[in-house]
Nanobody, 123 residues
Framework: QVHLVESGGGLVQAGASLRISCAAS????????VGWFRQAPGGERQFVAS????????FYSNSVRGRFNISRENAKNTINLQMNSLKPEDTAVYYC????????????????WGQGTQVTVTS
C-alpha cells in the first residue's frame, strides 16, 4: 500500500515559479513511478508529468514541457514538481499518483492517488 500527500500549492502571479511536492509512504517506493496530473474547474483530470521508478525516465505533456521539471528524492520518498513561468491556464488542483514500474500518461494506470493541492495563477 502506498499513501501520497501533496503539498506546496498556493496563489502566485503569472510568470512566477512554484514547487509542489508529493510525500509517499510505503516500502520500496523508489521502484514506483509517479505521475502528476491536474484538474481545472469544470475540466477533466489531465496528465502533466511522470518519472519512472528505477530508471528515473521523465515525460511531460506538451503544455508544460520546458517549464516544469519533475524530480525525485528517494531518500525522502518525495517527488517534486518545479513549475516555472506559470500561466493562468496552469490553474488547477494538482494530484500526484503512483504505480509500480514505468511512468504512464493515463490516469487509469495509477492505483494510488493523493488528495490534491490547489495551484492558482493570476494574470
Amino acid at each position: 500500500q502506498v499513501h501520497l500527500v501533496e503539498s506546496g500549492g498556493g496563489l502566485v502571479q503569472a510568470g512566477a515559479s512554484l514547487r509542489i511536492s508529493c510525500a509517499a509512504s510505503g516500502r520500496s517506493f523508489s521502484s514506483y513511478a509517479v505521475g502528476w496530473f491536474r484538474q481545472a474547474p469544470g475540466g477533466e483530470r489531465q496528465f502533466v508529468a511522470s518519472i519512472s521508478g528505477t530508471s528515473g525516465l521523465t515525460f511531460y505533456s506538451n503544455s508544460v514541457r520546458g517549464r516544469f521539471n519533475i524530480s525525485r528524492e528517494n531518500a525522502k520518498n518525495t517527488i517534486n514538481l518545479q513549475m516555472n513561468s506559470l500561466k493562468p491556464e496552469d490553474t488547477a488542483v494538482y494530484y500526484c499518483a503512483a504505480r509500480p514500474g514505468v511512468g504512464l500518461i493515463s490516469l487509469t494506470d495509477y492505483p494510488y492517488w493523493g488528495q490534491g493541492t490547489q495551484v492558482t495563477v493570476t494574470s
